[in-house]
T-cell receptor, first 111, second 114 residues
Framework: DQQVKQNSPSLSVQEGRISILNCDYTNSMFDYFLWYKKYPAEGPTFLISISSIKDKNEDGRFTVFLNKSAKHLSLHIVPSQPGDSAVYFCAASATGNQFYFGTGTSLTVIP | NAGVTQTPKFRVLKTGQSMTLLCAQDMNHEYMYWYRQDPGMGLRLIHYSVGEGTTAKGEVPDGYNVSRLKKQNFLLGLESAAPSQTSVYFC?????????????FGPGTRLTVL
């Protein structure tokens, strides 16, 4: 049973525009969330995190928003660049426990 | 600094064969993990280790064994491979406990069991 869901398998965005990747979770005990980026033939690399005590965390062009009541988080990339084309995974954990990963969203940024 | 490396990168096995996947990290990390990634599913934790000589079960441990004899190495074994174990396997490591510590991933091993 998938506790972390990314319902959009793919997303295409024009260069310079905003990319919004969404993630939903079912376990109300989750209180720490991560986004990873993965290029083909490589392992995932950490992008940005957020704790449940916050509703927003920003790092350069990347911002993660957390809506605890809706059990929803999103990753915004502004402006999108062709090098951002990759698969993005969200992951969530409850205190002291493992991370559960979503199925990933493949982002294509069109030049 | 090689980070996290995995050996081999690809492997094809017949049902019932055995093999060992090797993960090595040169960052002196305490924690190491093995995940599998299947189409339509997120990465799922197989086993993990919180230090040399320790191992623990993750979400999907059945059919796998692990060993952490040296701090820098984490081995994943398949004693009798089954087609259901066809997957991409990722190893990862963290400096400390998984929360608040970035997981560094290896490039993956693509395993096909016929």
């Amino acid at each position: 049973d998938q506790q972390v869901k990314q319902n959009s398998p793919s997303l295409s965005v024009q260069e310079g525009r905003i990319s919004i990747l969404n993630c939903d979770y079912t376990n109300s005990m989750f209180d720490y969330f991560l986004w990873y980026k993965k290029y083909p033939a490589e392992g995932p690399t950490f992008l940005i995190s957020i704790s449940s005590i916050k509703d927003k965390n920003e790092d350069g062009r990347f911002t993660v928003f957390l809506n605890k009541s809706a059990k929803h988080l999103s990753l915004h990339i502004v402006p999108s660049q062709p090098g951002d084309s990759a698969v993005y995974f969200c992951a969530a954990s409850a205190t002291g426990n493992q991370f559960y990963f979503g199925t990933g969203t493949s982002l294509t940024v069109i030049p | 600094n090689a980070g996290v490396t995995q050996t081999p990168k690809f492997r094809v096995l017949k049902t019932g064969q055995s093999m060992t996947l090797l993960c090595a990290q040169d960052m002196n990390h305490e924690y190491m993990y093995w995940y599998r990634q299947d189409p339509g599913m997120g990465l799922r934790l197989i086993h993990y280790s919180v230090g040399e000589g320790t191992t623990a079960k993750g979400e999907v441990p059945d059919g796998y064994n692990v060993s952490r004899l040296k701090k820098q190495n984490f081995l994943l074994g398949l004693e009798s491979a089954a087609p259901s174990q066809t997957s991409v396997y990722f190893c990862a490591s963290t400096k400390g406990a998984w929360r608040n510590n970035e997981q560094f991933f290896g490039p993956g091993t693509r395993l096909t069991v016929l």
